[in-house]
């Protein structure tokens, strides 16, 4: 797979950039920086969300960046966890004096760089909280699950809260609450590919898809013969209705970059559809690229289990490039 | 046995030299158990590690483990970024104002350090990670055992095992046979420290 | 290249069915046919906007439907223009006794029948009006230009025109001079698959692109050795710039449906700064997937010369899925 | 020489059916000059058509167009389904209430039916398009010349011929060599009209 791009090595440089001059009225950057932060920067007396990790997941995270959810994203190279001084950037960017909310995949790199960063930016006195997004099941482990495409449902409730002028205790607890009710899993009949290596995540022969793949070009669990969607879904949405008890959900149908639209939509067709015929009410739902991985061909299913309050929450007005 | 300066920073310098050419095998490793960047991110780190080397001339050990570490943190990133650079900023207080390290001193900086990638990571030695080269190395400084050929028992032994931390652990036992990425770096890294010992 | 779909001969009846039920707020359809309405039908008084064409180019022209846009979107198979007694239903339903704008892209199978459905419609006494886009520069011959991803433009501005309460002739005009002032082209790294027969449009050997490709798997005109990315936007905007006068432009970005979004965010970054030294003023950007061609990995570049009219039209107020 | 309507009918279900076999090799063919969905296209439209004969009995020749026409204006789409559904609408006027067909007859509605796709693409002969094989043949049925031979070289004219109409315009001169698949498609069609008269 050949790359669009003038050089690997300035691959994320030139991809802020080019988000930050295509969106002036939205975003601004700083000296430089892999840095998206929102346009006038941090609102006083309001709680400042900071996200981000590896690049390569677009509109994720800069995307998210806007009045109603992130306050910064901050871009690591491809697939790789941002450095701490970064993040500590970030967080400087998004303190408007009510203190900061980490909302952090949970990978090993991104949890010791921004834990490292939480640790700086206490020490300049910036009172600092992190909640840790693990929405993928497809590993039993929940210590070792891994955060994917519910960390936008994160983003846009806690988002929400904080723009409600919720205070940091406040805005975490209803992250917390996401997080809790929030799984994921991810299937893909297309790897992607490394701007720097040039090379596939994985090798997948034809009539092949893979499933439990991570947004990392990460193998999945499992190589099976390629099914029909509808087959697929149900698959799916029993492993993820084995962990939920609610009814009311927030159905996500997320692209992993090269699906074409179309098929996303068709397979939002057969999550429907199984869902209702298992009597669970679509309260809410998203079809779409919300956390990609680079070009792989494929989708993830992500179900919130949701009551009044993170409805309303996620109703709430947001001006952004990746959510709307 | 006395480590001077000039001679960590040889060993420094043939690591990171090491590391920075085995850029790609480093990332097929990762290709497999992980997600294809190690080798990228180590290259980056060391690349600036090394141009920065020169510069440290006239500092003491202490001095050069910090920048290094310092240097590791901004720029590698990832999981290993963090790790490796939390040894070297542990190297950096144990080893303070030291021109030179005796034996004692030179194995209590590894335990720090050590202790350090453990505590970072949340991890301990068995887990196929960095560790499994990390710990061997130091307990065999500390014994005075031929620490070249810890290592390459050290790397088969974490060949073998099941992976419980970091994204290798996604395949847990699919894992066993294959090569861990940070293992792997580590042994690159820390081979030159055999000779000056 | 596998494809998520149940069955080929399914794929737009399913992802119709996707489509309206992921959006039940914005849409509806009839009669279980490929229709996507704006939800609440037609407006009274209101010049009727319809739009379409093959399948396959989604979020066009489906995502475009809604306050501000189009008022229907006549969805045929992939690729395949839609026939007229589908055509006229969607303009039946747009209609809100202001008569209906046909936009329709140019080629010969969709300028034939959506002809034949204002034929029908005239039949019926409702007053229908096409215009034709051809901003596809790639093809020498005007005649033969086709319709790409400058049409989401003309779906805008004259969509404005008609929500602002403009009479047919002069959402027509508007339209018509969105499609003077309306030049693209496009490029590929890798093809598109189609769903029935799985086969490419084109065969690319690795490390090669095709410039002047359509969105329909056609061909391109040229094959190259890829360049890095600053090559190609120079070379692809010297033919845009060769044909347009004015400096002052909105400039769209396309991804064909397969590319990643960093990787359009890197080439919007050495577009815009190709264009400013040129001196030319990017008024107004996008950058995103708006025309794809299923899983296509390339991307198309438009620029229309604007002045306060157009610019006015392209900020007025929109609710839709596929554009904000 | 009359030509009933179950001749017609049997003549026309020959030629469904011919093209619902040929569907991948249109494709391909459009693959090369067009999109790649001209196989697909006319075979859907034509599988209709083809369930549809039986319920064509007892109607005239006339019917039978009309109701194919609006069949393969509905179902099969692109530029080919007008074009060929604005033929047979042709066929049925020149056509109405006729049971059977007069040599004189058939070939008024022939020519009817070449007018018809000229006006509707706006094309004429020599263009590389369906009507390079549609107005040969209507020619060697008004000259009672051999209708199968005048298709073989139909075809192999514009074949060679560089392109004018539709997708294949794109190419142009690249165009040449290959063949175009609705030109094809006709062939398929036709063919069997020739043994009926
Ligand atoms: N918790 C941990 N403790 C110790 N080492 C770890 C831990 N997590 C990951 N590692 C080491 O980091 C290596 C992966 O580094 P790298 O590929 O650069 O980062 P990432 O996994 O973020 O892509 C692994 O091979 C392993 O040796
Ligand atoms: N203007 C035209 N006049 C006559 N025939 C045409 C014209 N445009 C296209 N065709 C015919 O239609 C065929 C293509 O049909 P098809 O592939 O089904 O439609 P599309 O080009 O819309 O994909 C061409 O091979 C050609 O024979
Ligand atoms: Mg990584
Ligand atoms: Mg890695
Ligand atoms: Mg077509
Ligand atoms: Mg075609």
Known sequence: MEKLMQQAKHYVRDMVLGIVSAHPDLYETRDGLPLILRKGGAIQGKVGLVSGGGSGHEPAHAGYVGDGMLDAAVCGEVFTSPTPDLILEGIKAAHGGAGVLLIVKNYAGDV??????????ELEGIEVETVIVNDDIALPATSERRGVAGTVLVHKIAGAAAAAGQPLQEVKRVAEKVIANTRSIGMAVAPCYMPESGKPGFDLSPHEMEIGIGIHGEKGLERKSLAPVQEITAQLLQKL?????GNDVIVLVNGMGGTPLSELYITYHYVAEALQKDGVSIKRSLTGNYMTAL???????????VDDELITYFDAPVHTVGFR | ????????????RKGALAIISAKDELTDLDREIGDGDHGINMARGFQHVHEELASYEGTDIGEVCKAVGMTLIKTVGGASGPL???AFIKFASAWKEHGTLTH??????????CAGIAARGKSEVGQKTMLDVWVPFTEALATRQNVDETITQALQTCQALSAKKGRAAYFGDNAIGKQDPGAQSSALLLRPFAEVM
Chains 1, 3 share one sequence.
Do not use: D, P, W, Y
């Not at chain 1, 209705?241 to 008890?245: S, V, W």
């Open chain 2, 1 to 12: 046995m006395t480590v001077t300066t000039e001679q960590f920073v040889n060993a420094l």
């Open chain 1, 112 to 121: 010791m760089n921004f834990e490292m960063a939480k640790e700086l930016a």
């Open chain 2, 84 to 86: 490796v650079g939390t």
């Open chain 1, 295 to 305: 070009e792989m061909h494929g989708f993830s299913i992500t179900l919130c289990q």
């Open chain 1, 241 to 245: 209705r084995q962990e939920m008890q």
């Open chain 2, 104 to 113: 004692e001193q030179l194995t209590a900086g590894f335990q720090e350090a």
